[in-house]
């Protein structure tokens, strides 16, 4: 796929890292499954995955979580 950001560079499958912060909340989560773009780095995820990181952040936040660090499991 081609980067719609830089408009350059085309996106190869790899991982990256997210963070989610809310008031006093940290989440850290690795290893995502997404692809990356060749040229500037931007990062691009699925539909499915990023619903599954949301849920995730948000259960994190409920729970009172201050600061966890995550690999990413489907």
Do not use: Q, W
């Amino acid at each position: 796929m081609k980067c719609v950001i830089c408009k350059k560079g085309t996106t190869r499958a790899g991982t990256s890292t997210v963070t989610f912060e809310r008031d006093k909340a940290t989440l850290v989560v690795k290893l995502v499954p997404a692809h990356l773009c060749e040229n500037c780095g931007e990062v691009y995820m699925d539909e499915k995955i990023t619903s599954h990181l949301l849920k995730t952040a948000e259960e994190a936040a409920k729970s009172g979580v201050h600061t966890d660090l995550r690999d990413y499991a489907a």
